[in-house]
């Protein structure tokens, strides 16, 4: 399996990882095989190793950035939600940073992702720190969604006015 991925063979190596993984009883490997399943595209293996890793580890914010990603890849929108407020509403500042990598690149429907952003900015889900608005905003824009975009950015401002980067987030998403 490390051959395959160290040559690029994405699915050979998510065939492998799962089968070593199904062959342990180890974590780390089923971890593993879940996230090479999921750079491999590969929704079905994915499942399998996420239900392993679920099986032999505590729920760690990983593993929900990793159902969260499943989920929006198959459009399936409420789990989504469900997994990623999680994230969002967790004490670990992680957990906004793993939302915001799941919103970025975990989904094949842009517009589900948008749409989720825009849910949680309205439900006040956005952690209240500066750091955590400047990212959702850069990623609204990156979504090519300029009114949600506008929207965070005059939140942004609203919640923090004296701060530069905040004004910068704001000239770029004007431009």
């Known amino acids: 399996g490390e051959f395959a991925l160290q040559a690029g063979q994405l699915p050979e190596a998510s065939r492998w990882y799962l089968q070593a993984a199904q062959a342990s ?3 780390g490997l089923a971890e593993r095989a879940t996230r090479i399943a999921l750079l491999a595209n590969d929704d079905a293996q994915a499942t399998q190793a996420l ?3 679920r099986q032999r580890a505590p729920q760690s ?6 159902e969260a990603a499943l989920a929006l890849r198959k459009s399936d929108a409420r789990a989504a939600r469900r997994e990623l407020e999680a994230l969002l509403r967790d004490q ?3 957990g906004w940073r793993y939302a915001l990598t799941v919103l970025g690149s975990g989904g ?10 825009g849910e ?4 006040g889900a956005i952690p209240g720190n500066l750091q955590a608005w400047l990212a959702f905003g850069g990623l609204a824009q990156s979504l090519d969604g300029p009114a ?8 942004a401002v609203r919640r923090f006015p004296a701060e530069p980067r905040v004004a910068l987030l704001r000239a770029s998403q004007l431009r």
């Open 148 to 155: 949600l975009a506008e929207r965070i950015a005059g939140e």
């Open 92 to 94: 670990d500042e992680m």
């Open 120 to 123: 949680f900015v309205e439900a």
């Open 108 to 117: 094949r429907d842009p517009n589900l992702a948008a749409r989720l952003l």
């Open 51 to 53: 239900k392993l890793w």
């Open 61 to 66: 914010l990983a593993m929900r950035a990793a």
């Open 25 to 27: 009883d180890d974590a």
